[in-house]
C-alpha cells in the first residue's frame, strides 16, 4: 500500500492546516509522523483501524485531531493554533506489523510516503 500526504503549506502562527493521507488500498491503524530541520523524526498521532481510538503527542494535544474515511482510504490530521515550532515536514505513517489497534511508539512505525511541508510564520 503506498501512501502520499498532501495539503501542507506556509500559514501564520495561530492558523489552521488539513493534512490528508491517501493510500493507494486498505489500511489498519495509522499514524502521523513528523520531521523538522535538524531534528529526528517524532510521532505526533495515531488512530486505530475503526477510529474509535486516538491518540496525540503531548507537544500538540488539544490542537491537532486525526481522523480517517476508510470508505475512501484516507487519514486526516486537523491541526489548529498552529505554533512555529510545529514547521516539519509531515508523513503518514504504517506500522511495522498489521494491526487494528492504536499504535503510539515511533520505532513501531516501519513504512510512510512522501511527505507534505509544514511551514508556520511568526
Known amino acids: 500500500v503506498q501512501l502520499q500526504a498532501y495539503g501542507g503549506g506556509l500559514v501564520q502562527a495561530g492558523g489552521s492546516l488539513r493534512l490528508s493521507c491517501a493510500a493507494s488500498g486498505r489500511t489498519l491503524s495509522m499514524g502521523w509522523l513528523r520531521q523538522a530541520p535538524g531534528k529526528e523524526r517524532e510521532f505526533v498521532a495515531a488512530i486505530s483501524w475503526s477510529g474509535g481510538d486516538t491518540h496525540c503527542a503531548d507537544s500538540v494535544k488539544g490542537r491537532f485531531t486525526i481522523s480517517r474515511d476508510n470508505a475512501k482510504n484516507t487519514v486526516y490530521l486537523q491541526m489548529n493554533s498552529l505554533k512555529p515550532e510545529d514547521t516539519a515536514v509531515y508523513y503518514c505513517?504504517?506500522?511495522?506489523?498489521?494491526?487494528?489497534?492504536?499504535?503510539?511508539?515511533?520505532?513501531?512505525?516501519?513504512?510512510w510516503g512522501q511527505g507534505t511541508q509544514v511551514t508556520v510564520s511568526s
Open positions: 505513517a504504517k506500522p511495522k506489523w498489521q494491526t487494528a489497534l492504536l499504535v503510539t511508539t515511533l520505532r513501531d512505525f516501519g513504512s
